[in-house]
C-alpha cells in the first residue's frame, strides 16, 4: 500500500509560492487573486503546450532542414507559452496591483488583484512569432513585417503598462494598444491577405484560414483584459480560463491549422530561399571543383 502522503497528490503551489500570510513582509497582500481550480487549468495549458512543442518539433524533422522555418517558429511559441504558463501555475510572475473599481461580488471583492506580468513577457515573444508566421507565409517584403512587428510590440508593452496603473489613466494604454491591435488587423485581413492571393491559390486558402482565425482571436484579448486586469469584473480564475482558452485556439490549433496548410507548399515560392549546408556550394566546395573541371575542358 502507497503512503499516505503519496495517495493523493494536491497541487500545493499556492501553498510554496507567495502564500498570502507571508506577502505582508515584502508587498501588499493580494486580496483577490486564483485558487487551486484556477492554479490546475493552468498546469492542464502548461501541459497542452507542452505537447504541442513536441509535436510541432517532430513534424520538422520529417522535413529537410531549408523547409522547416515555420516548424521552428510555430514551435518556439508553444515553448515560451509552456514556461509561463508553468509560471503562472506555480503562482509566480505576478505582482499585487491596486484595483480601480472595487466590487461587492465576493470573488472579486478586495483592493489589490493578482497581475501576471509573466503572460506579457510571453507575449512580448510569441505574438511577433505569431505573426512572423502569418506574414511570410503571405510573402509580405520585410521593411513591412519588421514595422508590423514594431506595432505589435507597442500592442504588449501598452497592455502591461495599463495592467499596472490603478488609475483611470490605464485605460489611455488601452486606447493605444487598440489603436495598434487595429493596424495589424488591417495588415491581416488586407494589405497581407491580398498578396498571398497573388502567390497562389493553396498559399491564399492557407493564409485566409489562420489570417482570419488570427485576427477573430486578438480581438478577444482585449475583452479578456478589460474584464480582468482592467475592470475587476471577473475572478482571476475565470481570467485564467479565458486567457488560457485564448491561448490555446491561438498558438497550438493555430499552429496546426498553419503547419497542415504548408504540407505542400515550398518556402521558396514565399520567397524564402533557404541553403542547408550539407548541399550548399560554398560549403562542400563543389562550386570550386566544377569551376576547376570547366577550367581543364575549356583548355
Known sequence: MAPPELAKRQNEALDVNF?????????????????????????TVTAIMTVATFAFAGLGWTKPREKRIFHYITSAIT??????YFSMASHLGWAPVQVEFFRDAAEVRGSYREIYYVRYIDWVITTPLLLM???????????????????????IVAGLSGAFVYSSYKWGYFVFGMLALFYIAYILVWEARRHA?????????????VGSWTAFLWF???????????????APDSESAFYGILDVCAKPVFGALLLWGH?????????????????????????????????????
Open 19 to 43: 502564500p498570502t500570510d507571508q506577502l505582508t513582509t515584502f508587498a501588499p497582500v493580494a486580496d483577490i487573486g486564483i485558487t487551486v481550480r484556477g492554479s490546475d487549468w493552468y498546469w
Open 79 to 84: 515553448m515560451v507559452a509552456a514556461i509561463a
Open 133 to 155: 508566421d502569418l506574414l511570410l507565409t503571405a510573402g509580405l517584403p520585410w521593411p513591412s513585417v519588421l514595422y508590423t512587428i514594431l506595432i505589435d510590440e507597442i500592442m
Open 197 to 209: 492571393n497573388l502567390l497562389g491559390n493553396d498559399i491564399g486558402k492557407t493564409f485566409l484560414i
Open 220 to 234: 478577444l484579448y482585449p475583452i479578456a483584459w478589460g474584464l480582468s486586469e482592467g475592470g475587476n469584473v471577473i
Open 263 to 299: 504540407r505542400n507548399i515550398d518556402p521558396a515560392r514565399l520567397g524564402l530561399h533557404i541553403s542547408d549546408y550539407a548541399t550548399d556550394p560554398a560549403v562542400d566546395g563543389s562550386s570550386h571543383a566544377q569551376k576547376e573541371s570547366n577550367g581543364d575542358n575549356s583548355a
